[in-house]
């Protein structure tokens, strides 16, 4: 028969052991954790072939991006610090038409890009275009992407197995400025500006690596940063 001091004995290795497994599960998962730091820039790479929903034709269109992040890299007049957006890399735009049987592409090369969570949104200046594609070299386009991981499409039709990734873009009617009883123009593109992505990918996809805009970098001694203007005065 045990004797009370042994039976106390047991019971407090038998807490302290619990206590030890807890806190061993608590720093695997922390360790876990920290395993998987967010990056320090952010990204949009990848290539697919999209439908646009509005209209259906047996054209192929396809964007293939490589953008990065490279934060206060592009002076500006007036912010000679560059912005939190600025990015670089390249852009390709290519589009089968059926109807002609030929492939036009575009190239261009990205200027701005900002991301959230599975999103982002990047503008690029057209640099080339194959001959008889539009005449857009020097004018600015934007993207939008979403992410939608590895999984594919539930359900049963036309749209099972295919990517969750989604593209959208800054022609095709969804820029426009009307301009009363005349036919609308197709309005300037800003740095970073697109619609939403409304087109569903159906070959191939994108990865968005997000990361938060970083603050501005110290100014070197003895000089200072303009004051950036966070909107329209309220005056």
């Known amino acids: 028969m045990m004797s009370r001091s042994v039976r106390r004995t047991l019971a407090a290795i038998a807490v302290l052991g619990a206590g030890l497994a807890v806190a061993s599960v608590s720093v695997a998962a922390s360790a876990d954790q920290e395993e998987k730091p967010r990056p320090v820039r952010a990204s949009v790479v990848g290539s697919a072939e999209f439908v646009l929903p509005y209209h259906q034709d047996k054209d192929v269109r396809s964007f293939t991006f490589d953008a990065r992040a490279a934060p206060y890299s592009r002076p500006l007049p007036g912010i000679p610090g560059g912005l939190p957006t600025d990015a670089r890399g390249t852009v390709t735009v290519s589009h089968y038409s059926a109807e002609r049987d030929i492939t036009y592409t575009s190239k261009g090369r990205v200027d701005c890009l900002v991301t959230g969570v599975r999103t982002a949104t990047l503008t690029a200046v057209i640099t080339e275009v194959s001959p008889g594609g539009p005449p857009d070299v020097g004018k600015r386009v934007g993207f939008s ?12 039709g036309e749209g099972e197995g295919r990517s969750k990734d989604r593209v959208g873009f800054s022609w095709n009617g969804v820029n426009l400025l009307p301009k009363g009883a005349t036919p609308p123009e197709e309005a300037p593109v800003g740095t970073c500006m697109a619609p939403a992505p409304y087109a569903p990918v159906t070959k191939g996809g994108y990865a968005v690596a997000h990361a938060e805009l970083p603050s501005p970098p110290p100014s070197p001694k003895g000089s200072t940063r303009p004051t950036e203007s966070t909107g329209p005065s309220a005056e």
């Open 145 to 156: 992407v979403y992410d939608g991981g590895d999984g594919k499409r539930e359900g049963k």
